[in-house]
T-cell receptor, first 116, second 116 residues
Framework: EAQVTQNPRYLITVTGKKLTVTCSQN?????MSWYRQDPGLGLRQIYYSMNVEVTDKGDVPEGYKVSRKEKRNFPLILESPSPNQTSLYFCASSLDGSGSYNSPLHFGNGTRLTVT | AQSVTQPDIHITVSEGASLELRCNYSYGATPYLFWYVQSPGQGLQLLLK??????LVQGIKGFEAEFKRSQSSFNLRKPSVHWSDAAEYFC??????????????FGTGTRLKVLA
C-alpha cells in the first residue's frame, strides 16, 4: 500500500532532550516536507526537500533540523526541544521534486509531540 | 502577501442536510486552490483542486467547490452530509516561491460536526 509512515504517533518528552521523528514513504517520491499544525494557525511548513541531499527552510524552521540521505526517508530532528514546539507534526510527500501542484501531497497520519 | 481565511472555526449540521464551508483567499494572480480533509487521527487528504477552466470543480466523496474570482472565494459544498463527513477541512492556496518551488498556504481549518 502506498503510504507515508511517521513514527512515533505520540511522543512526550522534556525540555532539552534531543528527539527524532521519522518519516518514510514508499512511493518513490522526490519531494518531502514537514508541517506543524497548531490550533488557529493551520499548517505551517517547517522544512522541505526536493531530492536527496537537497533541503530548504520553510516558514517556521527555527529549532528544527532535517536530513535527506535517502530518497524514502526524511527525519525531523529537534536537538533541544522547548515547550513551544508542542504541536501536531505531519510529514508529506509528492512525486514532483519541485512540489508542483499537479502532484498532490500525500500526508502521514501525524505525530503529536508534547514537550514539558 | 498571499493568505487564506476560513471564517468558520466550527460548523454543526444534521445528517442529510446541505453543507457549505467558506474560504476566502488573497493572491495576486490566478490562484491554485485546494480543499483538504483531515479525519480524526489521519493525515490530510486532497478533496479537490482548482487550477483553471470550469469554476465549479468536483471532488471525491461527493464534494464540490466553486471558484468566484469577484469574491475571492472558493467555497466547499455538499448537498447531503453523511456522519462520516465529520472531520476538519482545510482550504489552501498555492503560492510560488521565488526559488521556483511550490508552497501551500493553508487556512486555519473548519471543524465539521454532524448530528445524527
Amino acid at each position: 500500500e502506498a503510504q507515508v509512515t511517521q513514527n512515533p504517533r505520540y511522543l512526550i518528552t522534556v525540555t532539552g532532550k534531543k528527539l527524532t521523528v521519522t518519516c518514510s514513504q514508499n512511493m518513490n517520491h522526490e519531494y518531502m516536507s514537514w508541517y506543524r499544525q497548531d490550533p488557529g494557525l493551520g499548517l505551517r511548513q517547517i522544512y522541505y526537500s526536493m531530492n536527496v541531499e537537497v533541503t530548504d527552510k520553510g516558514d517556521v524552521p527555527e529549532g528544527y533540523k532535517v536530513s535527506r540521505k535517502e530518497k524514502r526517508n526524511f527525519p525531523l530532528i529537534l536537538e533541544s526541544p522547548s515547550p513551544n514546539q508542542t504541536s501536531l507534526y505531519f510529514c508529506a510527500s509528492s512525486l514532483d521534486g519541485s512540489g508542483s501542484y499537479n502532484s498532490p501531497l500525500h500526508f502521514g497520519n501525524g505525530t503529536r509531540l508534547t514537550v514539558t | 502577501a498571499q493568505s487564506v481565511t476560513q471564517p468558520d472555526i466550527h460548523i454543526t449540521v444534521s445528517e442529510g442536510a446541505s453543507l457549505e464551508l467558506r474560504c476566502n483567499y488573497s493572491y495576486g494572480a490566478t490562484p491554485y486552490l485546494f480543499w483538504y480533509v483531515q479525519s480524526p487521527g489521519q493525515g490530510l487528504q486532497l478533496l479537490l483542486k482548482y487550477f483553471s477552466g470550469d469554476t465549479l470543480v468536483q471532488g471525491i466523496k461527493g464534494f464540490e467547490a466553486e471558484f468566484k474570482r469577484s469574491q475571492s472565494s472558493f467555497n466547499l459544498r455538499k448537498p447531503s452530509v453523511h456522519w462520516s463527513d465529520a472531520a476538519e477541512y482545510f482550504c489552501a492556496v498555492g503560492a510560488d516561491r521565488t526559488s521556483g518551488t511550490y508552497k501551500y498556504i493553508f487556512g486555519t481549518g473548519t471543524r465539521l460536526k454532524v448530528l445524527a
